[in-house]
């Protein structure tokens, strides 16, 4: 791996799929970022990027790229059942990675990333772009900050009528974002328990539907709906607080509400005289205000590359390195 004494970066892409047109967008125009090469089996990907980045290297063999020198770090969005070995053959070359999600399919497979690139000083991060997204870290601030209270549970749904994928089911396609997010949230602190009610509709043995249970720490509970067998499409996340409670909804122009509502016990006079008497409950029905706060648009993936690139170049921490991708992935392989 080269030395980033010029303070930029020479990346190579795998992979220019579906999502992966995207990524090559931002990694074009990221100022700390060279594009170097993009490698992809498919003839119609190759000659998209020929004709959109001219000045980039195109390859049909990943190889090429995980073998060249002058490559310090490389993007990979290929298949999920590729990333285990493209990114271990990537930081074993001692090349930086940024994985799109999931990192891998076992946790052991993400140790053996993150020993490796430990051992070799490289950056291993997984692309869950939700969290760079304004509006998730908004409410991670309104979470850290004792806003909403104690958090008692939270609920979401990313359901739509639309791709239907053979490579991996609902849950391990969409799953991960909020089971991300939710770590995100709560500090990637470990759950008591997890528990998965799937079915197969369109495809035997990919589940179209998927409900997801997690109990962690202090009673908190969260429940994942996902599915593309839905007759709409939604993006949206639940948090309820003791104090308050936050809708999340990218589908929204307003992306976050916050509501001041929640049950509140009253004090409540006891014979002697005195209040809270144990024996007497009532509660208080509170409706406050809602709110909706201004957050200022970011393109997300902008976000994440930039984090990249400043995580390999300032030594940046990793919001999403492989202690985070290890964390979401043990709990969807565990159910």
Not at 51 to 69: C, F, G, K, L, W
Not at 77 to 102: I, W
Not at 257 to 268: E, Q, S, W, Y
Request: hydrophobic share 40%; charged share 25%; with cysteine.
């Amino acid at each position: 791996m080269t030395e980033q004494n010029d303070q930029v970066i020479r990346v190579a892409q795998i992979g220019v799929g579906y999502w992966g047109p995207n990524l090559l967008r931002n990694l074009m125009v990221n100022p700390q970022l060279i594009v170097k090469a993009v490698a992809d089996l498919e003839e119609d990907r190759r000659v998209f990027v020929k004709t959109n980045y001219p000045t980039v290297t195109v390859e049909s063999d990943p190889e090429a790229i995980i073998e060249d020198p002058d490559v310090d770090a490389v993007v990979i969005a290929t298949p999920v059942s590729t990333h285990y070995d493209l990114a271990m053959r990537c930081v074993e070359s001692g090349k930086h990675v940024l994985v799109e999600k999931p990192m891998a399919t076992q946790v052991s497979q993400i140790e053996d990333i993150a020993r490796v690139a430990n051992n070799n000083n490289l950056v291993a991060m997984v692309g869950h772009t939700f969290l760079f997204n304004q509006a998730v870290r908004y409410v991670k601030d309104l979470i850290d900050r004792g806003e909403l209270g104690d958090i008692r549970y939270i609920y979401s749904q990313r359901v739509n009528l639309g791709r239907i994928r053979n490579d991996v089911d609902a849950m391990w396609n969409l799953a991960p974002h909020d089971v991300s997010i939710i770590q995100y949230w709560l500090g990637d602190i470990e759950p008591l328990s997890i528990n998965r009610i799937g079915m197969d509709y369109v495809q035997e043995g990919i589940n179209d539907v998927v409900f997801l249970n997690v109990i962690y720490p202090n009673d908190v509970m969260a429940h994942i709906h996902v599915s593309w067998l839905d007759p709409q499409k939604v993006r949206k996340i639940t948090v309820v607080g003791s104090k308050k409670m936050v809708i999340y909804d990218d589908m929204a122009e307003n992306k976050i509400a916050i509501f001041d509502k929640g049950i509140d016990p009253l004090a409540v006079l006891g014979s002697n005289m005195d209040f809270d008497d144990p024996s007497v409950t009532q509660f208080n029905h509170r409706s406050g205000d809602v709110v909706f706060p201004q957050i200022s648009w970011k393109e997300p993936l902008k976000e994440e590359i930039a984090h990249f690139a400043s995580c390999i170049i300032h030594e940046e921490k990793c919001i999403t390195d492989t202690q985070h991708a290890l964390r979401v992935v043990d709990i969807l392989s565990r159910t």
